[in-house]
């Protein structure tokens, strides 16, 4: 990788942390756990390009910076299927709160005619 190929990477990498941190700030609160386990659970790229420079490394650096990439990308994946599930389980149904059986008091009212 000659001088210039690192200068463009490295000018992409912090020209996309910049617009990821000025996207991000303009969403509203209540949009950023649905926004971060979407994004997450996308991060899945992260994992096929680390299976990529696998497959081109040749020294022993590219195999630990490639198998550090895959288990980062991995623990994203996964966490973003988490979140989500956890989203998602707010949003269900509740089970309706059971009726007294005929005859008996409401709870609550039968401690309070003892007293």
Do not use: C
């Not at 950023?32 to 081109?56: D, R």
């Not at 269900?92 to 409401?106: L, S, Y």
């Amino acid at each position: 990788m000659s001088n210039l190929d690192l200068l463009t990477a490295i000018t992409v990498f912090v020209l996309s942390v910049l617009v990821g941190i000025e996207v991000i700030s303009k969403v509203p609160a209540t949009l950023h756990t649905p926004l971060m386990s979407g994004s997450n659970s996308v991060h899945g790229i992260v994992v096929i390009g680390a299976m990529l420079i696998a497959a081109e490394a040749h020294t022993w650096l590219g195999y630990v910076l490639a198998f550090v990439a895959m288990v980062f990308g991995a623990m994203n994946v996964v966490g973003g299927y988490v979140v989500t599930d956890r989203m998602l389980e707010m949003f269900r149904a509740r089970p309706a709160d059971r009726k007294p059986a005929a005859g008996q008091p409401a709870t609550g009212t039968h401690e309070k005619a003892e007293v």
